[in-house]
């Protein structure tokens, strides 16, 4: 496994010297009350979306979030969740963990709410997390997984599922590409480290996701990321990537097969109030309703004419069929 040591070896220079060019994301930091961001912080932010969403994070829920990064996620997270090992960051990168533990000494001097022993840091490796089964609320990484080959990024989905109780939600943020990234990008270890080389189209990375047993999967956002072009990268042709938000929860996986969201609605136009299609769905007339892909489709198999369903804009935001 050297690309992993590539990695490590990145992300410990990265600890050191903050590298404000390693990831660059489009999705806005939140602005929450009462909430001061340390500086270095910011500059440390080495993902490319982001997981911190509060319509997950009700009720102080125990959160998992691996590859720490400077900080940034667990101290958003740690506002929801004000208590003693409330969020548990997991790293293998030592230097990572210690630059963490320093930002929190200033995030203490900007936040009287804040406590560093709200967050429980643990050096660890994604692939076996030092977590006990089923006491997870909230998971997460940012611009991790995609780092990994397909069979480690098996294993860590698996480890993310283990620790996580029913119904728990994994909130997840890589880049994706839906064009052929050639081979020998992929065999680079440092741009495999980077971010840039390792990425899925979306529909694999799905599946990747959905095979390990969650039965419920939120597309929420997609937005361009990155342009590999033959001017900097060994390609003939310009690659482009984009970085998506995913949410996966722990649901039992249904008979029929997943349900994925990725921003799809029906409407119902026809004569009647309402249309019910006996499984489930209920649409009133002119109400759009959100619908998983898999209803989508068997509403669109129906063959009605008074039924219109979009194309997805893989941006979900909850509610709607399942």
């Avoid at 929190?104 to 490796?125: I, R, T």
Wanted: with cysteine.
């Amino acid at each position: 496994m050297s690309y992993l040591q590539t990695t490590h070896d990145v992300y410990k220079k990265a600890a050191e010297t903050p590298d404000v060019g390693l990831c660059c994301t489009t999705t806005p930091v939140w602005q929450l009350p009462g909430l001061e961001m340390p500086s270095i912080m910011m500059q440390m932010n080495y993902g490319c979306g982001s997981t911190v969403h509060p319509r997950d994070l009700v009720d102080s829920p125990t959160v998992l979030y691996v590859g720490v990064g400077g900080g940034m996620e667990l101290l958003q997270f740690s506002y929801f969740s004000r208590q003693k090992g409330g969020v548990i960051g997991v790293d293998v990168v030592d230097e990572m963990l210690t630059a963490s533990r320093e930002n929190f000494k200033e995030a203490e001097a900007l936040n009287p709410w804040f406590k560093s022993d709200f967050v429980d840091l643990k050096k660890g490796d994604a692939l076996n997390l030092p977590v006990a089964d089923n006491s997870i609320d909230v998971a997460a990484q940012n611009c991790l997984f995609n780092i990994f080959k397909k069979e480690d990024l098996k294993k860590a989905l698996q480890e993310m599922y283990r620790v996580m109780k029913p119904h728990a939600r994994l909130v997840m943020s890589d880049p994706i590409c839906d064009m052929p990234i050639p081979d020998n990008l992929r065999a680079d270890e440092t741009l495999r480290a980077l971010c840039l080389s390792g990425s899925l189209p979306l529909d694999q990375y799905i599946k990747m996701i959905t095979d390990v047993g969650f039965g419920t999967i939120e597309v929420r956002a997609k937005r361009p990321y990155r342009i590999l072009s033959p001017q900097h990268y060994d390609t003939d042709k310009n690659i482009y990537i984009e970085s998506v938000e995913v949410c996966a929860i722990k649901d039992p996986m249904p008979e029929d097969g997943p349900c994925v969201f990725t921003g799809k609605t029906a409407i119902y136009y026809g004569k009647e109030e309402l249309f019910d299609d006996n499984a489930g769905h209920i649409l009133l007339q002119n109400q759009p309703i959100a619908i998983c892909d898999k209803t989508a489709q068997n509403l669109a198999d129906l063959g009605k004419d008074d039924i219109f369903i979009s194309e997805s804009t893989y941006f979900y935001d909850g509610g709607g069929c399942c």
